[in-house]
């Protein structure tokens, strides 16, 4: 029987019903590999972040203290993981004796080759990673997954007026970027 409750989930789990884990990580899994594929851009680092929260999530699920929604507590771990991907990233390319540009090399064609508007995505894309790490992140949850202020606010821990400059920021350079694309 397949609970939708995640609370009576997360206890089933506690007491050591594994396949309790397995029904959460399968109800999550598309929620937090897309959350990971907008903030980073790139399907290979989006599904090793998806892993890498899966295994945050069974690791520290007993002690989840029911202060907030398992969502925002998933969604807190992966935009945390996403962020220290992208700080990798940069670190990676300064310490890099090569001069090769990782831009070039990695591409959004993989995925996004189904959607019927891939230009624009595409363009919408390249626009986010021109964007600070936090201008994106406040973009990604508030557009593609339609979280309102106060959501992010408890995801982030930052201030709702905080979070509405932020994305302010972020949607006029993305319009700029796509615009001038064009």
Known sequence: MQL????????????????????????????????ARQMLGDHLDADEVTQEVLIVMYNK??????????????????????LNQIKRKKLKRLISFENTDEKNLTSSHDIVRDIANKEKLEKVNKALNTLPPKQRQIFVLRNFDQLSYEEISE?????????KANYFHALKKIVELVDEKE
């Open 61 to 82: 699920l007993k002690t989840f203290g029911f202060k907030s929604s398992l969502y925002t507590w998933i969604y807190k771990i992966v935009t945390t993981r996403s």
């Open 4 to 35: 939708d409750n995640d609370f009576e989930l997360i206890e089933k789990f506690v007491s050591g019903d594994e396949s309790a884990f397995n029904i959460l990580a399968r109800k999550y899994q598309k929620k937090i590999y897309w959350h």
């Open 155 to 163: 995801i982030t821990g930052k201030s709702v007026g905080g979070l």
